[in-house]
């Protein structure tokens, strides 16, 4: 977290988790949607919007999220990613917007309007490190754009779980990998 927020300004580092399938980022940014709307930890609360199209962040049923996803977070279930973010800025004013494996043309013309809007996304793409999505046209478009402050590049070590290495925009290491065990844990 001290990497992703400014306690000083509220201000939500714009932030993009990469990761093969399976690593986490999902589990990731449900965390981190609950902790910025709950203010924990010394961050002030803000207004989270997440949009879920397949139901995977928030595992709606009827509507009613069956995770704790924080107070202040509203969840659009079953939308096309993009759709979905256009009516969360038009409607919701989120702070935060939170939105799964992005990769579409479409997805990434919905982050610049958040953008423009004043409003910080957290996104998930999957890749293997930073060279990998660079690799990927739409991904390396925001990149070169420098939509994201932050990248979070997860990983699974055999008999450690999954851990991070968290870069700024520049792609320079901002920390030391460290278990979401530990850090869960501490």
């Given at each position: 977290?001290?990497?992703?927020y400014e306690?000083?300004?509220?201000?939500?580092?714009?932030?993009?988790?990469?990761?093969?399938?399976?690593?986490?980022?999902?589990?990731?940014?449900?965390?981190?949607?609950?902790?910025?709307?709950?203010?924990?930890?010394?961050?002030?609360?803000?207004?989270?919007g997440i949009?879920?199209?397949?139901?995977?962040?928030?595992?709606?049923?009827?509507?009613?999220?069956?995770?704790?996803?924080?107070?202040?977070?509203?969840?659009?279930?079953?939308?096309?990613?993009?759709?979905?973010?256009?009516?969360?800025?038009?409607?919701?004013?989120?702070?935060?917007?939170?939105?799964?494996?992005?990769?579409?043309?479409?997805?990434?013309?919905?982050?610049?309007?958040?953008?423009?809007?004043?409003?910080?996304?957290?996104?998930?793409?999957?890749?293997?490190?930073?060279?990998?999505?660079?690799?990927?046209?739409?991904?390396?478009?925001?990149?070169?754009?420098?939509?994201?402050?932050?990248?979070?590049?997860?990983?699974?070590?055999?008999?450690?779980?999954?851990?991070?290495?968290?870069?700024?925009?520049?792609?320079?290491?901002?920390?030391?990998?460290?278990?979401?065990?530990?850090?869960?844990?501490?």
């Open positions: 977290m001290p990497h992703l306690p000083g300004t509220r201000r939500v580092a714009r932030t993009l988790v990469v990761s093969p399938p399976q690593q986490g980022k999902t589990t990731l940014i449900r965390d981190l949607a609950r902790r910025l709307s709950g203010g924990t930890e010394g961050i002030q609360p803000v207004k989270v949009v879920d199209e397949r139901s995977e962040v928030a595992a709606c049923v009827r509507g009613v999220p069956r995770f704790d996803l924080g107070p202040r977070t509203d969840v659009l279930d079953g939308r096309p990613k993009a759709e979905g973010m256009m009516m969360l800025i038009r409607s919701m004013s989120p702070d935060v917007l939170i939105v799964d494996e992005i990769g579409r043309a479409e997805d990434a013309a919905a982050i610049h309007e958040a953008l423009h809007a004043g409003i910080s996304v957290i996104a998930t793409a999957h890749g293997r490190d930073l060279e990998d999505i660079r690799r990927r046209p739409i991904l390396r478009e925001l990149v070169h754009d420098g939509v994201f402050d932050r990248y979070v590049v997860l990983e699974r070590r055999t008999g450690a779980g999954p851990s991070s290495a968290v870069y700024n925009a520049d792609g320079k290491r901002l920390d030391e990998r460290f278990s979401f065990r530990e850090e869960l844990e501490g």
